[in-house]
């Protein structure tokens, strides 16, 4: 197939039908020219419903101008003010629900993906392999923007040319993602989750400067494995020191351009979709799996929040609760919740006695394993209602703790 102008996208936008979904990939399989296209004439997008997996801090571009609407699963600052306008419709699903979801509407999605170069009749989806494969599966017609700076993993998932409707040449940097720096607190945590971590164990972490700082400290470790839906640039130490000796498999890589000449060159590295890297047979099928996840807060029950602060939703239930639910399912294998203790420079605590109504719970109480802060462990598997309380209690910030247990005590003698 011969490669378009850029151009075509528009062309393509126009021509696609009125009652289709346009499907916009998320991360770095992100069509920049085609959400250039939309930027430089909003029209293009005027009645039009979007939709697609981008994530906050990483797909920064919206768009859903006026007249515009889209179904999505991350609430994203560049989101706030459609949502706010009820432009925007969030769907709390987590990843293998949206996997589902969008196979499902596949028949009625354009979509716009940014490929690797055609090779031997096939092109790549590059370093995002999540969601792009459910709604090629699921029949939607394809438009690729080629670019030819995109990474190419070895192991990365490919799609024959002729399954596309339109290919253009768009060549554009991709994506980069910076971790950021750590502080104290959240280098305090990473040691803590760190020491937990056994040699031969399968770990899984995603984006946060917790997790970040977690996979720095890897390097030192022995015959590890990585299973999760996303790696960053901070595992590079661990992966060029030898200790993810077993492998790695994820459905998205962010970084930097470095970053991407690493992991494009390893065949040790195997993207799968969301449908595999979440999917709960799959993890359950996995010894040792050691699971980290970040929070906002977390109440004496165990509940957990990890979407809304201050009553905003500024993220999306994403997939919190698989990994949970996988790791404490995983023989030997141990389920993280990692937070500081405390939010707004130590004013307000992290742990609250019950979640409140500007509050949801992204992961149940029942699903949650052990919760570090930069004040210690608290393993709750197994444990009481009173056990579970007084665990989370001592991890609190030394100023909240009396507070905490005082309103223990009188949410405990109305149970």
């Given amino acids: 197939m011969q490669l ?24 770095t399989g992100e069509p920049t020219a085609t959400l250039d296209a939309l930027a430089a004439d909003p029209e293009l997008g005027a009645g039009r419903r979007f939709t697609g997996v981008w994530l906050p801090g990483v797909n920064t571009r919206s768009v859903v101008a006026e007249g515009a609407s889209a179904d999505v699963f991350f609430v994203t600052p560049a989101l706030r003010e459609a949502f706010a306008a009820s432009r925007v419709r969030h769907r709390p699903l987590g990843y293998p629900e949206i996997w589902r979801w969008l196979g499902q509407e596949a028949g009625r999605m354009t979509a716009f993906v940014s490929v690797t170069p055609p090779r031997n009749g096939q092109v790549g989806l590059g370093p995002t392999a999540d969601f792009t494969p459910a709604i090629v599966a699921g029949g939607a017609r394809l438009i690729g923007e080629v670019n030819p700076e995109l990474p190419e993993p ?12 339109l290919l253009v040449d768009a060549p554009n940097a991709p994506i980069l993602y910076d971790t950021g720096a ?28 917790v997790q970040a700082a977690l996979a720095h400290r890897l390097a030192g470790h022995r015959d590890l494995a990585v299973h999760g839906g996303m790696i960053t640039a901070s595992l590079t130490p661990a992966l060029e020191s030898g200790a993810v000796s077993r492998g790695v498999v994820t459905g998205v890589a962010l970084g930097s351009q470095a970053f991407y000449r690493l992991i494009a060159a390893r065949d040790d590295i195997r993207f799968k979709p969301a449908s595999f890297t979440h999917g709960a047979g799959v993890l359950a099928g996995i010894d040792r799996l050691f699971s980290v996840a970040s929070a906002l807060e977390i109440d004496l029950f165990g509940q957990v929040n990890a979407e809304m ?3 905003r939703q500024v993220s999306g239930h994403g997939g919190i609760a698989d990994f949970a639910r996988g790791a404490m399912a995983s023989p030997g ?19 609250k006695p019950v979640l409140g109504p500007d509050a ?3 992961i149940a109480r029942g699903d ?15 444990f009481d209602i009173d056990q ?3 665990s989370l209690i001592a991890i609190a910030a030394p100023g909240f703790r009396d507070d905490l247990a005082d309103q223990w005590s009188r949410m405990r003698a109305r149970l």
Avoid at 13 to 25: E, M, N, V
Avoid at 193 to 207: E, K, R
Avoid at 368 to 382: C, F, K, N, Q, S
């Fill in 4 to 27: 378009a102008e850029p151009d075509a996208l528009k062309d393509a936008l126009k021509a696609a039908p009125r009652d289709h979904h346009i499907y916009l990939a998320g991360c």
């Fill in 360 to 362: 949801v719970c992204s």
């Fill in 333 to 351: 294998g141990r389920s993280i919740v990692a937070l500081p203790a405390t939010a707004k420079r130590g004013t307000v605590s992290r742990i």
């Fill in 368 to 382: 949650v394993d052990i919760v570090v802060t930069e004040h210690g462990v608290a393993r709750l598997r197994g």
């Fill in 309 to 311: 602060a201050g009553g």
């Fill in 182 to 209: 750590g502080d104290p607190t959240v280098d305090a945590i990473a040691d803590a989750v760190a020491a937990m971590i056994d040699d031969g164990d399968t770990v899984q972490f995603g984006i946060g400067r």
């Fill in 154 to 165: 070895v192991n990365g998932i490919r799609i024959p040319v002729d399954r596309f409707d």
């Fill in 388 to 390: 579970r309380a007084q």
